[in-house]
């Protein structure tokens, strides 16, 4: 008898609360185990990082499937994720799963020099952007790690004032033009619906 549990979800920290929240809702049997999201801050870390969570979990499910985009890995990933015969999300990175991929490409060509928000980011910003690119030590790093963007996008998964309000002052922190839209779950909430429902997603891209 098979004794393995069902899936695994090995996710990237950013998108945690977000699954959560949709397996509750859902009441999915879906298992995540999440990965720190400072990992971005070093994306030639992820592959790795990743690798070893599917091989330390691969005898306990029937299944394993990856919630990283392709996430700044320069292919690395892919990689990884061919080598071990598991599947990933679609798509460049969480900015264009929750957008839309098609939606995403326009807001991009409309302006390339644009920075992106979520609502983990927006939480978040102070740690991840300010304390993990160095800023708060050396506040002249602001200007030459933003000098190509022009706007700061807040693509919101719910509708916060306060979480507008925090993503409207980070973007004067970095003397960016501000801009919101709301997308909910985008593509996440469909392509974890596929899964739980038990069918082979094609996620990878």
């Given amino acids: ?7 695994l979800i090995i996710a990237c920290g950013a998108l945690a609360r977000e699954i959560n929240a949709l397996r509750r809702a859902n009441d999915w049997a879906i298992e995540v185990t999440c990965l720190p999201p400072e990992l971005h801050n070093h994306p030639q870390r992820i592959a790795p990082a990743v ?8 005898d306990e499910y029937r299944a394993i499937f990856v919630a990283y985009a392709e996430c700044g890995t ?7 994720l061919a ?3 598991v599947e990933r999300l ?8 929750y957008a839309g991929a098609a939606t995403f490409a326009e807001l991009a060509d409309a302006e390339p020099g644009t920075f992106y928000l979520t609502d983990f980011l927006t939480r978040h910003f102070e740690r991840l952007v300010i304390r993990g690119l160095g800023i708060d030590r050396h506040p002249e790093l602001a200007m030459e790690y933003f000098r190509h963007y022009r706007k700061l996008l807040y693509l919101a998964q719910e509708r916060s004032g306060a979480l507008m309000e925090q993503a409207r002052q980070a973007a004067a922190r970095l003397g960016l033009a501000f801009e919101y839209r709301f997308t909910g779950y985008g593509e996440l909430g469909t392509r974890l619906a596929t899964l739980a429902a038990g069918a082979a997603p094609t996620w990878q891209t």
């Fill in 74 to 80: 320069m292919g690395q990933l892919d990689q990884v």
């Fill in 1 to 7: 008898m098979d004794t393995r549990r069902g899936i």
């Fill in 51 to 58: 690798r070893a969570q599917i091989r330390a979990h691969r």
């Fill in 83 to 85: 080598e071990e015969g």
């Fill in 90 to 97: 679609p798509g460049a990175h969480c900015y264009e799963l």
